[in-house]
Structures are given as structure tokens and as C-alpha cells.
């Protein structure tokens, strides 16, 4: 399972992270981008101009391997054992989607079986579920600040000392592409 979260400057982030990888992936993908709840998003359409992964609005449904599910605006989203469920709660820390939440939840699914990546974006939203994913012995990625349009987001996760790796966009989907060809399919731990 591999999640991704991103605010400012995160849509060309994602556009070039889902740009080089494969169009079969055995992993699930879950992302989260801070977004307004009074206008609609077009996220699921704009990735899949950039992609030939099945990419959709993320509901309360199972997780599917080759298939990246995007967090609607006005929701939290979460992972429950092999589910995604979407939380109809106000933003915590001002945002909703949460980051946080949805990389928390992963941790607690997937343990060791899942990779939390932080992307552009201002504010500190991402830093504790890195830390919590770390904790639960998975793979943690950071965009390189130095590159990032908003580097907010990236150096927050950075500085908790719970980043396995800060790489390009491209050195992204590079490891992603690794650790989801070396993993088993989109399992929870305790399964």
C-alpha cells in the first residue's frame, strides 16, 4: 500500500511522480491533497491524463492493486484492514482531506507492508504519519525540499528523523516502482 500526500505545488508533484510508472503496478495507491470543500475537484481527472493506472474518487470500498484512489475534498480518507473509508469530519489542523489520517491509518493496516511519501505543500500536514508509518516499520519518502515548489510539507517530515529517503520526483517513482515489484500484493498485516 502506498500512500501520497501533497498541498501547494503538490498537483505537478503528483502529474510527475504517476507520469514514470508503469501502467500495471502491483500495489494499491491512496492519495491525499489539501482541497477546498466549496469547490469540486478534478484531480482524478487531471492524474489520469498523466497515467494509464486506473485512477478514481476514493468511496467506503475495498483497496484494488493498479489503481490510485484520490481522497474526495470533503473527507477524511482512511484505511480499515483492506477498506478505505471515508470520514465526514471536520478538518483536524485546519485540513481536510487529512494527511496525517490517512498515513496513521495505513500504518495501522499495513505495518511494514505499506510506504507513506510527502510532497509539496505548506504546513506541517504528513510529518506525524511519516513518523507513525516509520514506527509501524514501513517505507517512508520525502520529496527533496530543494526541489519542491512549497517545501513546507517535505522539510516538517524531514526533520521528525523518520525519513528512509529524499529524492527527486523522478527517484520517487523509481523506489516506489522497487519496493512495489519486490512486495506481495495490497495485503493488511494481519490478514
Same mark, same amino acid.
Given at each position: 500500500m502506498v500512500a501520497l500526500g501533497a498541498s501547494a505545488g503538490g498537483l505537478h508533484s503528483l502529474f510527475t511522480v504517476f507520469e514514470n510508472l508503469p501502467d500495471s503496478l502491483d500495489c494499491c495507491i491512496a492519495v491525499a491533497t489539501h482541497l477546498s470543500p466549496t469547490h469540486n475537484s478534478f484531480i482524478?481527472?487531471?492524474? %489520469?491524463?498523466?497515467?494509464?493506472?486506473? @485512477?478514481?474518487?476514493? +468511496?467506503?470500498?475495498?483497496?484494488?492493486?493498479?489503481? &490510485? $484512489? *484520490?481522497?474526495?475534498?470533503? /473527507?477524511?480518507?482512511? *484505511?480499515?484492514?483492506?477498506? $478505505?473509508?471515508?470520514?465526514?469530519? #471536520? #478538518?483536524?489542523? $485546519? =485540513?481536510?482531506?487529512?494527511?496525517?489520517?490517512? $498515513?496513521? %491509518?495505513?500504518?495501522? %493496516? /499495513?505495518?511494514?507492508?505499506? @510506504?507513506? *511519501? *510527502?510532497? %509539496?505543500?505548506?504546513?506541517? +500536514?504528513?510529518?506525524? !504519519? &511519516?513518523?507513525? =508509518?516509520?514506527?509501524? !516499520? !514501513? &517505507?517512508?519518502? =520525502?520529496? +527533496?525540499?530543494?526541489?519542491?515548489? /512549497?517545501? +513546507?510539507?517535505p522539510i516538517a517530515a524531514k526533520l521528525t528523523g523518520c525519513v528512509d529517503f529524499v529524492l527527486s520526483l523522478k527517484g520517487i517513482s523509481e523506489k516506489i516502482l522497487e519496493i512495489c515489484s519486490q512486495a506481495p500484493p495490497c495485503r493488511n498485516h494481519s490478514s
Open positions: 482524478p481527472e487531471l492524474l %489520469s491524463r498523466h497515467t494509464h493506472l486506473n @485512477v478514481r474518487r476514493a +468511496d467506503n470500498e475495498p483497496l484494488r492493486n493498479g489503481t &490510485i $484512489f *484520490v481522497a474526495p475534498p470533503r /473527507f477524511h480518507l482512511t *484505511v480499515e484492514g483492506n477498506n $478505505f473509508c471515508l470520514l465526514d469530519q #471536520p #478538518p483536524l489542523h $485546519f =485540513v481536510r482531506p487529512n494527511i496525517n489520517l490517512l $498515513f496513521q %491509518s495505513m500504518a495501522n %493496516s /499495513f505495518g511494514p507492508a505499506c @510506504v507513506a *511519501v *510527502v510532497l %509539496s505543500g505548506t504546513g506541517k +500536514d504528513g510529518a506525524e !504519519g &511519516i513518523r507513525a =508509518v516509520k514506527n509501524a !516499520g !514501513g &517505507i517512508t519518502l =520525502v520529496e +527533496d525540499p530543494t526541489d519542491a515548489e /512549497f517545501n +513546507d510539507m
